[in-house]
């Protein structure tokens, strides 16, 4: 296969180093590689994607959403969520919801087990069917019950515990302080939101000068979250901001390289090359699932990178009459060796990949 030419990042050239300001030498955080996270993502930042994006310099990886009840009843699917790859270059988290902390607090050794570095607890979840069970968003409609939750969670597990949480049930119900104080109070090293409240879901845009005001005030780490497009809007939240670290999460589906590019780690044009990125992707697939998981996942991460290009629409159409995972590769390499020569495309939050609710 040929994996040439390297893609140009004409018009997107690669930002300065990230701003001088460093992650607080102490505490957990101070152990991730840098200030830009990959956030979780639902059926998204599984073991295969983790690896990926950890070997593209991803600053610190968190596992998809992972159900404590599919833990506490041994499902073999919910246990496979939780695998962490083999020497990772930085902190991995795992991800959880649920409504007891007892569960949490069971399935605790399991996710220690497994290799993870923390646990991360889901508060901003809007989907109905989480919330409806007092899970996610909604345990942010009740900051003393959630500082209580935190409290009994955290001095009964093994493991640093974190929590991703969004501004509020709804703007005239906006928690994010009280919240994040309940965190504080509870002992979690850091709190990661992202700038929409649960009505909201992925709609409007994410306000960051809340989450600003909320640093401001915070008694430990705060890390940002929502609308980061690309590596330059990536700088430029963090440097205003005055947050510890920035978690992208739909930015980095569409540009893989994001994370070197805010980190001043990527040169003139694209390394790994689109087509590198993909053959490396099957290869990670390919040791972890059956050959229908890995063609769907595949082709997901294809189409991903092929958005915002000329003929992306028919590429993606091509792709589902493929069922092989070298004829997706060679496809692949069709489509990305017309577009070698252009820019990667610029989206912003109106896009409809921007309001998909992947992250």
Aim: aromatic share 8%; net charge positive; hydrophobic share 45%.
């Amino acid at each position: 296969m040929n994996s040439s030419p390297l893609w140009s990042l004409q018009n997107s050239a690669p930002p300065s180093a990230a701003p001088s300001k460093t992650v607080p030498a102490h505490g957990l955080i101070a152990r991730a590689r840098n200030a830009f996270w990959m956030a979780p993502m639902s059926a998204i930042t599984d073991v295969c994607y983790r690896q990926l994006l950890d070997e593209m310099g991803a600053g610190l990886l968190i596992s998809e959403l992972v159900s404590v009840k599919g833990l506490v009843f041994n499902s073999e699917k919910t246990r496979k969520m939780i695998r962490i790859h083999a020497h990772p270059g930085t902190l991995v988290g795992v991800q959880l919801f649920g409504e007891s902390a007892d569960d949490f607090i069971r399935v605790a050794p399991l996710v220690q087990e497994a290799g993870a570095d923390f646990i991360d607890i889901n508060l901003g979840c809007p989907v109905k069917k989480v919330v409806k069970k007092g899970c996610g968003a909604a345990l942010m409609r009740d900051p003393v019950f959630l500082e209580q939750f935190l409290t009994r969670i955290q001095r009964n597990i093994g493991l640093p515990l974190t929590v991703k949480m969004r501004t509020g049930w709804s703007q005239e119900e906006l928690t994010i302080h009280e919240c994040v104080s309940a965190a504080a109070n509870a002992g979690c090293e850091w709190v990661a939101i992202h700038g929409r409240t649960r009505q909201q879901a992925y709609s409007g845009r994410a306000d960051w000068d809340l989450i600003a005001e909320v640093k401001r005030r915070a008694r430990l780490p705060i890390i940002g979250n929502g609308d980061i497009r690309d590596a330059e809007r990536a700088q430029s939240l963090y440097s205003s901001s005055g947050v510890d670290a920035i978690m992208i999460g739909r930015g980095a589906l569409r540009n893989p390289w994001i994370f070197k590019q805010c980190t001043g780690a990527l040169g003139a044009t694209l390394e790994p090359t689109p087509m590198q990125l993909l053959a490396r992707y099957f290869e990670l697939l390919k040791a972890v699932y059956d050959t229908r998981l890995t063609l769907l996942q595949l082709r997901k991460m294809a189409m991903w990178m092929a958005y915002g290009y000329p003929g992306a629409a028919a590429f993606r159409k091509a792709l589902f009459q493929l069922h092989r995972g070298a004829d997706v590769l060679e496809k692949a390499e069709e489509f990305f060796d017309r577009t070698a020569s252009l820019p990667i495309p610029q989206f912003d939050e109106s896009e409809a990949f921007m309001m998909g609710g992947h992250g």
